[in-house]
């Protein structure tokens, strides 16, 4: 968990009050007075919000907030943490900063986690889909230059009847099917189409198996 940052509260009052009149939007604000957008945001949609953390007040409102910033963050990048993950890193932060608390040896239980994203709806809880460390890297201008040097390739070679003609014209995808594929879910955005898990590990045993269709419907044998 990133170290603890305190922000003035008069600076919270004055960000929440210029984006509630339309004074700043969300990014000026937080620029102008030094306070996070997602501060921001729950301060907003959670006015009556005391700075505790259910019964007792083990973590306050920005405390929580850089945990809330951390998990999704971290799922952007495609390194999803899991509600283990979630209670190890409270535990390593009370060893660091002490303080009295109802949880076993410092870390917290089931019901607080329940609890933490009862507070914090805009996380849930997701089933991820495991992908390649090489496969993530793969960007847009990766793509866009492929598609580039396949175009000097043709007219470099006087090919350009090949893609007028639809039985010349194939097209085939890969996919495997995990034999043992993991069951834990992980934490991700509200809302979010797809969440991934990049595998930094050794590749599990799967069966692969590859289609191929021609432009005009046919199934090669």
């Known amino acids: 968990m990133p170290k ?3 922000y003035d509260k008069s600076n919270i009052d004055r960000a ?40 007792s007040p083990v973590l306050n409102e920005e405390e929580e ?8 963050e971290t799922a952007r990048k495609g390194f999803p943490k899991k509600a283990n993950d979630l209670k190890s890193s409270v535990k390593n932060f ?15 239980g089931d019901g607080w986690v329940i609890a933490f994203l009862k507070r914090h709806p805009e996380i849930v809880e997701r089933s991820s ?3 390649s460390a090489a496969s993530a890297g793969v960007s847009e201008k990766d793509i866009r230059l492929w598609f580039s040097e396949l175009e000097t390739y043709i007219k470099g070679n006087d090919l350009e009847d090949v893609i007028s003609d639809p039985t010349r ?37 799967n069966i692969t198996v590859i289609f191929a269709f021609s432009a005009n419907g046919e199934i090669p044998i």
């Open 169 to 205: 014209v194939y097209n085939a995808d890969e996919t495997g099917f995990e034999v043992s594929p993991s069951t834990d879910k992980v934490f991700a955005k509200r809302g979010a189409k797809n969440v991934y898990t990049i595998d930094r590990g050794a590749a599990k045993e």
């Open 94 to 108: 009370l060893n660091d900063y002490p303080r009295k608390n109802p949880f076993n040896n410092n870390r917290p």
């Open 16 to 55: 929440v009050q210029d984006v509630i009149n339309k004074v700043e939007s969300y990014s000026p604000a937080e620029l102008k007075y030094g306070v996070p957008k997602s501060t921001i945001g729950f301060k907003i949609k959670h006015p009556d919000h005391k700075n505790t953390c259910g019964p």
């Open 65 to 72: 907030m850089i945990l809330v910033n951390w998990i999704l």
């Open 129 to 131: 889909k495991s992908v």
């Open 4 to 6: 603890v940052k305190d």
